[in-house]
């Protein structure tokens, strides 16, 4: 008897959108506590407390009930336009018709040069306030909670400047608290990369043993009750464990479920981007310009901006955000930013001992081309991502209009110019090439 014929798949999109309309609806504002606190309006969302122990997050707060979500179509039409104030200029959804802004390679400001020819949206100066209070927070939280960097690093961590990065990629974060999420996660992440694999002390021999062991910091390991402490006692071991540990534990805090599986998973991708580079490394070899840009879709900035509802503090479904158009469009966010650092931090891995790989470099080994030609070449890679990130999110917020599929559209267009924004700014670790 032949096998019954499967039926064809029956998700799509709108189907999608319309099975969640009601529930999307009524969450479009259910973690923010208050939907005017992330409209302009005053936060309500109550100060986070400090986090519990990993084995036992504490539950996310409950979400209000539909009926108490304000309905009115200015109220809705808020929502879908976006934030508004200072630092909101980024939260831009449509495509822009206008040409990439111009750039005079002669005029460098106090805010650093961008990179000629590159396809970027300006944003406004990050919230001078909430920067400072976001960089005093920080730098408490890696000295006194996770003993994160000896002193003789203070000068690096300070010039990192991730108060002012994260205020800029989350203009549409309610609270300080908010922020405080994602900018942990961002130094965590970076300790694990300075740490295990570049800058302080890295080396990819060995390099998949400690990531196996620091992302049970973030995906907690379930053993017998013999080998559970001798685990637990693992966390505090370096401070790349001590800081995964802790980060993660603030964001179970105010996360759902579902949100922190979804970082779980963008950690794992993350990961397994740094173990390809390190085998590259190991093997002196340098890969073909299509798999080092498969590698660098896995080893770049995904599980930045795949968190921005959460800081924004509301909630994308998971049957949405798993839709293969909305994972397409933050994979090329995740690409499209990537690359800008490519970009931004040649000249600093330049001056580095031992060859870095980056596209530029790639490129001209690959293709025998100038290290000039390779680096321009580049700059059109990265923008040819950016008009796909922005036609592909597009038309996602044509095809699910719903009000929070709109929302983390528009915040992940918001990380993905603050991020250059850092970039371009942040003198003190990065300077262009002479090539113009």
Same mark, same amino acid.
């Given at each position: ?18 099975? =969640?309309?009601?529930?999307? @609806? ?9 939907? !005017? ?89 990050? /919230? ?10 920080? !730098? ?40 405080? @999420? ?10 694990? /990369? ?66 922190? /599986? ?13 173990? #390809? ?6 093997? /002196? ?8 840009? #498969? ?5 770049? =900035? ?92 597009? #038309? ?41």
């Amino acid at each position: 008897m032949p096998a019954p014929e499967l039926p064809p798949p029956q998700s799509s999109l709108p189907e999608a959108a319309s099975h =969640f309309g009601a529930h999307v @609806l009524a969450a479009a504002a259910a973690r923010a506590c208050d939907i !005017k606190a992330a409209t302009g309006g005053p936060p309500c969302a109550p100060s986070l407390p400090a986090p519990p122990a990993i084995s036992a997050p504490a539950p996310p707060p409950l979400a209000p009930q539909a009926a108490e979500v304000p309905a009115s179509s200015a109220d809705l039409e808020r929502i879908l336009r976006g934030p508004s104030g200072l630092g909101t200029a980024g939260l831009r959804l449509i495509l822009r018709e206008e040409p990439p802004t111009p750039s005079d390679p002669s005029a460098d400001t106090a805010e650093g040069m961008p990179v000629p020819g590159l396809y970027y949206h300006p944003v406004s100066e990050p /919230d001078p306030m909430r920067v400072e209070e976001v960089s005093r927070r920080i !730098k408490s939280w890696a000295l006194d909670e996770v003993a994160l960097y000896p002193e003789d690093w203070e000068e690096e961590f300070d010039g990192f400047s991730v108060g002012r990065y994260m205020v800029g990629c989350h203009p549409d974060a309610p609270t300080v608290d908010h922020l405080m @999420l994602a900018t942990r996660l961002m130094v965590a992440e970076n300790a694990v /990369d300075d740490c295990y694999c570049e800058d302080h002390g890295g080396s990819p021999i060995g390099l998949g043993e400690r990531l196996l062991l620091a992302h049970t910091a973030l995906d907690p390991l379930h053993t017998t009750e013999e080998y559970q402490p001798q685990w637990a006692k693992s966390l505090h071991a370096d401070a790349p464990r001590r800081a995964y540990r802790s980060a993660m534990q603030y964001f179970v805090r105010a996360a759902s479920p579902s949100q922190a /599986d979804r970082l779980r998973h963008d950690m794992a991708r993350l990961h397994m981007g740094y173990l #390809a580079e390190a085998a590259w490394a190991q093997l /002196d070899h340098v890969p073909e310009v299509w798999e080092y840009l #498969a590698m660098r879709q896995f080893n770049n =900035f995904r599980p930045c901006p795949t968190i921005t509802d959460t800081v924004g503090g509301y909630e994308l479904p998971a049957d949405l955000h798993a839709q293969a158009a909305m994972q397409k469009v933050i994979a090329l966010a995740g690409n499209a930013t990537t690359i800008v650092n490519d970009l931004y931090s040649y000249t600093k891995e330049l001056d580095a001992p031992g060859q870095h790989l980056n596209l530029p470099v790639v490129i001209a080994q690959r293709e025998g081309l100038s290290d000039r030609d390779a680096y321009l070449k580049s700059v059109e890679v990265h923008n040819d991502l950016m008009h796909d990130f922005e036609t592909e999110a597009s #038309a996602l917020a044509t095809a699910c209009p719903a009000p929070n599929v709109q929302r983390f559209l528009r915040g992940v267009a918001a990380w993905v110019d603050g991020n250059h924004y850092w970039h371009q700014s942040n003198t003190y670790r990065y300077s262009l090439p002479d090539f113009w």
